[in-house]
């Protein structure tokens, strides 16, 4: 199975969700987000598989996120807007990313991190 983990290793949650993957021996290829972040194509693909909204997949907590005002930004953007922000920055997008065939998983939460290869 391929599966692609997208993370920044500053980040104490990716830190720890790598752990866990290394820990219960589960494969993946492994993404720095800043260095190759994701595109429109990808982030867009992402969202529909993953069920979630948009707005989901934005770094509410990331001091780029705040600094640029976003709360009040997006209610007024389209989806296709937004996905062009994330697109446009790593920074702005919440992580780790588990990308497989079958789902999409966003931030870490240990309960929901079940893998099957």
Not at 62 to 78: A, R
Request: with cysteine; hydrophobic share 35%; charged share 35%.
């Amino acid at each position: 199975m391929n599966r692609l983990f997208v993370e920044y290793p500053k980040c104490s949650t990716c830190r720890k969700a790598k752990k866990y993957l290394e820990e219960h021996q589960v494969a993946f290829e492994d993404r720095h987000i800043v260095e190759n972040n994701p595109t429109a194509e990808e982030l867009k693909e992402w969202i529909g598989r993953s069920g979630l909204p948009v707005k989901k997949f934005f770094n509410t907590s990331g001091k780029k996120y705040k600094e640029m005002e976003l709360k009040n930004k997006l209610p007024e953007m389209s989806d296709e807007e937004q996905i062009a922000l994330l697109a446009s920055d790593g920074m702005l997008v919440k992580r780790p990313i588990v990308v497989e065939d079958h789902r999409v998983l966003v931030g870490f939460k240990e309960a929901e991190w079940t893998f099957e290869d």
